[in-house]
């Protein structure tokens, strides 16, 4: 069975840092690219950052906003993505979801179209 679960939403100050994770089972992710999404009250979600599978080179792509902020990198031994979130501000609450796209030899796009396997998420809130 594909899966992919998130963890490491917390309740956070502006200004810190959290690390979230996004572990992949059923499913190698050296075929895979993965984006991190947020959802806010609303039907639309942000992309946040994407990275793209090992034929890419795992190459990055992050959201206008996060841009110096955030962080993705993946762990292949774990099969887990990672998002390094520092510098957090209230704009950033949401639900995290990661969502997974069979990806070959192309880079990743952090748009939420083009991914069909989703988690189902992790709460992050930012706020004195």
């Known amino acids: 069975q594909l899966q992919l679960v998130e963890s490491g939403g917390a309740l956070v100050q502006p200004g810190g840092s959290l690390r979230l994770s996004c572990a992949a089972s059923?499913?190698?992710?050296?075929?895979?690219?993965i984006g991190w999404f947020r959802q806010a009250p609303g039907p639309e979600r942000e992309g946040i950052a994407c990275?793209?599978?090992?034929?890419?080179?795992?190459?990055?792509e992050y959201g206008e906003r996060v841009k110096g902020r955030f962080t993705i990198t993946k762990d292949d031994a774990e099969n887990t993505v990672y998002l390094q979130m520092d510098s957090l501000e209230p704009e950033d609450t949401g639900l995290y979801v990661c969502?997974?796209?069979?990806?070959?030899?192309?880079?990743?796009?952090?748009?939420?179209?083009?991914?069909?396997?989703w988690g189902q998420g992790t709460q992050v809130t930012v706020s004195s």
């Open positions: 969502a997974a796209r069979r990806l070959l030899y192309r880079k990743c796009e952090p748009e939420s179209g083009l991914y069909g396997l």
């Open positions: 059923g499913f190698n992710l050296d075929y895979y690219a």
């Open positions: 990275i793209s599978s090992s034929s890419s080179d795992g190459t990055v």
